[in-house]
């Protein structure tokens, strides 16, 4: 029987001004030479070169996108923590980005249309 590996993983790398990047990848490996051939995003081009600090696999694209989100709104004192060993909680399989949550939107407030006569 053939053990399913998983097929995207999160990474942390660390950047050469020391600040990190968090991203998913399904190869990690050939993601980070694309980074630091200057190719992988803006931001590590301008703050790269980068090194692998961090690696999580994960089971799909969607969990690996969570996930990612997650750990890229923690504090940089946070993910140091994370790094370490420091257990962090796994999203919920049906929980929403904050730019995926409904936001009630205000209608204008019509303005009065009765004339005064006079």
């Known amino acids: 029987m053939k053990r399913k590996t998983a097929e995207w993983s999160l990474y942390i790398a660390e950047c050469a001004d020391g ?20 190719k992988g995003s803006k931001y590590t081009a301008a703050h ?3 090194k692998l ?5 994960q089971g799909d694209y969607s ?29 919920a399989k049906k929980a929403k980005m904050t730019f995926q949550r409904k936001t009630k939107v205000k209608k204008p407030r019509e ?6 006569t006079s």
Do not use: C, D, M
């Not at 969990?63 to 420091?86: H, P």
């Not at 303005?111 to 005064?116: C, L, S, V």
């Open 63 to 91: 969990t690996a996108l969570r996930r990612e989100y997650q750990v890229k709104t923690l504090s940089k004192e946070r993910k140091i923590r994370f790094v370490a060993g420091e257990k962090l909680s796994r999203p």
């Open 111 to 116: 303005k009065n249309k009765t004339r005064r």
């Open 48 to 50: 790269g070169p980068v």
């Open 53 to 57: 600090i961090f690696q999580e696999p």
């Open 19 to 38: 600040t990190y990047y968090t991203g998913i990848a399904k190869n990690v490996e050939k993601r980070l030479e694309t980074h630091n051939s200057g």
